[in-house]
C-alpha cells in the first residue's frame, strides 16, 4: 500500500468514526510541506524538522472539514470582527442536523434576542481532527498489513497535523490540515479578477477561480478560537503552471537563502516570497521572464524587492492586495532583518553555495541511512542527482560573475521593466 493509499484509508476511516467528515470529500495533495511555504499559515507553532536527518520528502494535505460546494448552501462568512483576508465562519444558517454534528466543534454565541449562533472553531476542529486521527492510527498500527508504510512520529503543531511515515527506507512528512473548501470565489477577491494579470490567456478564469480554502490561522490581534484565514492554494496550483522555469529556480534559491536566516524572529516566511514573485510576474514582460539563462537576475531581484517590503512593511497579498502581510512588523525586527537581507545582497553567491552545502550534506545523510536500512532503497528525490526544486551551484557562479562585472549595482529584474533586450540595473548603490 502506497503512502498516498493510507491517507485516503485514514480519511475513509476517520469519517467511520462519527461521521463528521463529508463522504465524497476531495483533498488536495500539495508538493512541499507547510514549512515550504506552499499554504500561508503560522509557522511559529511548528516544531522544527529538518530534511535528511527527519525526512525525505514532504506534502502538505488539505482535508476538508466541511465542503460547501452547493450553491444552495448556506454560507455565513462573518467578517466583521477579523483583519482582512480572515473571516468567521457561522453555522446559524445550516440545518439542524450539520448543527448537531458538528457543536462540539464550535463556539456559542448567545445574543440578547435570545438567538443563539454557532461559530465553525479552526482550534477546536484541530483538537477533533488529531483525536481521530491518532484514533485511526493507532488501529492501523494494531493490524498492520504487508506493504502499509510505517507510522514513525505523529505530532500536533497548531492547528496542523504531521505525520511522517516510512516508505522502504524513504521518509515522507506529511502536513495534515483540516479545512473548509468553497467552491467559486469570495467576494472580498472579486477587485483582483478585474485587473490585468501575467496568467490571462495562458489558463482560463474558470481554471483559476474553481474555489478557496478557509485554513485554520488567525490574524496577529484576531481570536484563534474563532477565526479562519483564506487561502487560494487551489489557485496557486494554477499559477505555477505560468511560470517559468528560470524564475523558478530562482524562487527556490532565494528560499533556499532566506528559509533559515530570516526565520527568528519570525517575519518573512516562504509564502511572502512566493507572493512576491506573482507580483513580480505581473509587473515584468512575459518575454523578459522567459528568459532562460536569466536565473541569476532574477534571484537578486528577489532579494531586493524582498528588502523593499521588509523596510517598507508592505507585502500585499497577491488576491486581496489591500491586505498587507507585514504591518505588524516591529521597526526593531525590520532593522534587523534587512540587515541581514543587506548581507545577503553585499555577495549573494557565497550564501547560496552554503545553502547548497546544507541540501547535499542531507543528500549525504539521506543516502547513508537508506543504505543503512535497506539494500533496496527508494531513491531520494533530493538526490545530487538534480532536483528542479533545489538550486545549484551553476547559479552561484552566475550571480558571482554579475556581481563581479557591476560593483556598486543593484542587479534587479523589477526596474526598468519596459527595456527587456539586456539585464536591468540600478545605477544607485542603495537596495532601499
Same mark, same amino acid.
Given at each position: 500500500?502506497? @503512502?498516498?493509499?493510507?491517507?485516503?484509508?485514514?480519511? $475513509?476511516?476517520?469519517?467511520?468514526?462519527?461521521?463528521?467528515?463529508?463522504?465524497?470529500?476531495?483533498?488536495?495533495?500539495?508538493?512541499?510541506?507547510?514549512?515550504? $511555504? #506552499?499554504?500561508?499559515?503560522?509557522?511559529?507553532?511548528?516544531?522544527?524538522?529538518?530534511?535528511? /536527518?527527519?525526512?525525505?520528502?514532504?506534502?502538505?494535505?488539505?482535508?476538508?472539514?466541511?465542503?460547501?460546494?452547493?450553491?444552495?448552501?448556506?454560507?455565513?462568512?462573518?467578517?466583521?470582527?477579523?483583519?482582512?483576508?480572515?473571516?468567521?465562519?457561522?453555522?446559524?444558517?445550516?440545518?439542524?442536523?450539520?448543527?448537531?454534528?458538528?457543536?462540539?466543534?464550535?463556539?456559542?454565541?448567545?445574543?440578547?434576542?435570545?438567538?443563539? +449562533?454557532?461559530?465553525?472553531?479552526? /482550534?477546536?476542529?484541530?483538537?477533533?481532527?488529531?483525536?481521530?486521527?491518532?484514533?485511526?492510527?493507532?488501529?492501523?498500527?494494531?493490524?498492520?498489513?504487508?506493504?502499509?508504510?510505517?507510522?514513525?512520529?505523529?505530532?500536533? +503543531? $497548531?492547528?496542523?497535523?504531521?505525520?511522517?511515515?516510512?516508505?522502504?527506507?524513504?521518509?515522507?512528512?506529511?502536513?495534515?490540515?483540516?479545512?473548509?473548501?468553497?467552491?467559486?470565489?469570495?467576494? #472580498?477577491?472579486?477587485?483582483?479578477?478585474?485587473?490585468?494579470?501575467?496568467?490571462?490567456?495562458?489558463? /482560463?478564469?474558470?481554471?483559476?477561480?474553481?474555489?478557496?480554502?478557509?485554513?485554520?490561522?488567525?490574524?496577529?490581534?484576531?481570536?484563534?478560537?474563532?477565526?479562519?484565514?483564506?487561502?487560494?492554494?487551489?489557485?496557486?496550483? !494554477?499559477?505555477?503552471?505560468?511560470?517559468?522555469?528560470?524564475?523558478?529556480?530562482?524562487? !527556490?534559491?532565494?528560499?533556499?537563502?532566506?528559509?533559515?536566516?530570516?526565520?527568528?524572529?519570525?517575519?518573512?516566511?516562504?509564502?511572502?516570497?512566493?507572493?512576491?514573485?506573482?507580483?513580480?510576474?505581473?509587473?515584468?514582460?512575459?518575454?523578459?521572464?522567459?528568459?532562460?539563462?536569466?536565473?541569476?537576475?532574477? =534571484?537578486?531581484?528577489?532579494?531586493?524587492?524582498?528588502?523593499?517590503?521588509?523596510? +517598507?512593511?508592505?507585502?500585499?497579498?497577491?488576491?486581496?492586495?489591500?491586505?498587507?502581510?507585514?504591518?505588524?512588523?516591529?521597526?526593531?525586527?525590520?532593522?534587523?532583518?534587512?540587515?541581514?537581507?543587506?548581507?545577503?545582497?553585499?555577495?549573494?553567491?557565497?550564501?547560496?553555495?552554503?545553502?547548497?552545502?546544507?541540501?547535499?550534506? @542531507?543528500?549525504? =545523510?539521506?543516502?547513508?541511512?537508506?543504505?543503512? &536500512?535497506?539494500?533496496?532503497?527508494?531513491?531520494?528525490?533530493?538526490?545530487? &542527482?538534480?532536483?528542479?526544486?533545489?538550486?545549484?551551484?551553476?547559479?552561484?557562479?552566475?550571480?558571482? !560573475?554579475?556581481?563581479?562585472?557591476?560593483?556598486?549595482?543593484?542587479?534587479?529584474?523589477?526596474?526598468?521593466?519596459?527595456? #527587456? /533586450?539586456?539585464?536591468?540595473?540600478?545605477?544607485?548603490?542603495?537596495?532601499?
Amino acid at each position: 500500500m502506497m @503512502a498516498g493509499e493510507m491517507e485516503n484509508r485514514e480519511g $475513509g476511516m476517520v469519517q467511520k468514526l462519527d461521521q463528521k467528515l463529508p463522504v465524497a470529500n476531495e483533498y488536495l495533495l500539495l508538493s512541499g510541506g507547510v514549512r515550504e $511555504g #506552499v499554504v500561508d499559515l503560522d509557522l511559529d507553532e511548528l516544531n522544527v524538522y529538518a530534511r535528511g /536527518t527527519d525526512y525525505d520528502m514532504d506534502f502538505t494535505l488539505l482535508v476538508p472539514a466541511l465542503k460547501l460546494h452547493d450553491r444552495n448552501q448556506p454560507v455565513t462568512l462573518d467578517m466583521r470582527h477579523s483583519a482582512l483576508c480572515h473571516s468567521w465562519l457561522s453555522l446559524r444558517l445550516f440545518d439542524e442536523g450539520t448543527i448537531s454534528k458538528w457543536k462540539d466543534c464550535c463556539t456559542i454565541v448567545d445574543h440578547i434576542n435570545g438567538a443563539t +449562533n454557532y461559530f465553525f472553531s479552526p /482550534t477546536k476542529v484541530a483538537d477533533w481532527f488529531y483525536d481521530s486521527i491518532s484514533i485511526v492510527l493507532s488501529e492501523i498500527q494494531k493490524k498492520p498489513q504487508r506493504g502499509m508504510p510505517k507510522v514513525e512520529k505523529v505530532e500536533k +503543531n $497548531g492547528t496542523i497535523i504531521s505525520i511522517i511515515l516510512g516508505v522502504g527506507s524513504s521518509r515522507m512528512l506529511y502536513d495534515i490540515v483540516p479545512v473548509v473548501s468553497f467552491k467559486g470565489w469570495p467576494a #472580498v477577491a472579486q477587485s483582483w479578477l478585474m485587473e490585468n494579470h501575467f496568467w490571462d490567456g495562458k489558463i /482560463t478564469e474558470e481554471e483559476v477561480i474553481s474555489g478557496f480554502y478557509l485554513v485554520p490561522a488567525c490574524s496577529y490581534k484576531g481570536k484563534k478560537d474563532n477565526e479562519w484565514r483564506l487561502s487560494f492554494a487551489r489557485s496557486e496550483v !494554477q499559477l505555477k503552471k505560468c511560470i517559468s522555469s528560470s524564475l523558478m529556480q530562482a524562487y !527556490q534559491a532565494c528560499k533556499a537563502i532566506i528559509i533559515k536566516l530570516l526565520s527568528r524572529p519570525k517575519a518573512i516566511s516562504p509564502y511572502h516570497l512566493r507572493s512576491m514573485m506573482l507580483w513580480a510576474c505581473d509587473r515584468l514582460p512575459a518575454n523578459y521572464l522567459a528568459q532562460e539563462d536569466y536565473a541569476a537576475h532574477f =534571484l537578486l531581484g528577489l532579494i531586493d524587492d524582498l528588502q523593499h517590503c521588509l523596510v +517598507n512593511k508592505m507585502c500585499p497579498n497577491y488576491f486581496i492586495p489591500q491586505c498587507n502581510m507585514l504591518e505588524h512588523l516591529s521597526e526593531e525586527t525590520v532593522m534587523l532583518h534587512a540587515r541581514k537581507l543587506s548581507s545577503v545582497r553585499s555577495d549573494p553567491a557565497e550564501h547560496l553555495r552554503t545553502a547548497i552545502e546544507h541540501v547535499k550534506a @542531507a543528500n549525504r =545523510l539521506t543516502l547513508e541511512l537508506q543504505r543503512r &536500512g535497506s539494500t533496496t532503497s527508494i531513491p531520494s528525490p533530493q538526490s545530487d &542527482g538534480g532536483d528542479p526544486n533545489q538550486p545549484d551551484d551553476r547559479l552561484a557562479k552566475k550571480l558571482q !560573475q554579475l556581481v563581479t562585472e557591476n560593483p556598486g549595482k543593484s542587479i534587479s529584474v523589477f526596474i526598468n521593466p519596459d527595456d #527587456v /533586450t539586456r539585464p536591468h540595473f540600478r545605477i544607485d548603490d542603495k537596495f532601499f
